[in-house]
C-alpha cells in the first residue's frame, strides 16, 4: 500500500514557475518507479515525467527543458519544478507510483490530483 498526497497547483501567469509535490507514504522502499502524468480540458491523459528508483528521469518532448523532476533521499516526497509555463500546461497534474506486480494488489497509485492553470 502507498498513499501519496499532492501539493502546490495553483495559477500562475505565462512564463511562471511552480513547484509540485508527492510525498509518498506506506510501502515507499517498494516502489520502482514515480511520475507525474495531466490531464488537460479535451485530451487523454498524458505521462509528463517519470523517474525510477536509480534516479534516471524521463520527459514528455512538451515539457523538456521547461519541468524537472527529483525525489528525497529517502524516496518520500517527488517533485516537479515547473518553469517558463504556457496556457497549454494548464491540466489536473497526478502523482503516480508503481509497485512489482506480486503479492496483493493493487500495483499501482495515484495522488489525488492537483489543478495547474496558466492563463491566456
Known amino acids: 500500500q502507498v498513499q501519496l498526497v499532492e501539493s502546490g497547483g495553483g495559477l500562475v501567469q505565462p512564463g511562471g514557475s511552480l513547484r509540485l509535490s508527492c510525498d509518498a507514504s506506506g510501502r515507499i522502499s517498494s516502489i520502482y518507479a514515480m511520475g507525474w502524468y495531466r490531464r488537460a480540458p479535451g485530451k487523454q491523459r498524458e505521462l509528463v515525467a517519470a523517474?525510477?528508483?536509480?534516479?534516471?528521469?524521463n520527459y514528455a518532448g512538451s515539457v523538456k527543458g521547461r519541468f524537472t523532476i527529483s525525489r528525497d533521499n529517502v524516496k518520500s516526497t517527488v517533485y516537479l519544478q515547473m518553469s517558463g509555463l504556457k496556457p497549454e500546461d494548464t491540466a489536473v497534474y497526478y502523482c503516480h507510483a508503481e509497485i512489482p506486480p506480486m503479492g496483493p494488489g493493487p500495483y499501482d497509485f495515484w495522488g489525488q490530483g492537483t489543478q495547474v492553470t496558466v492563463p491566456s
Open positions: 523517474i525510477t528508483s536509480a534516479g534516471s528521469a
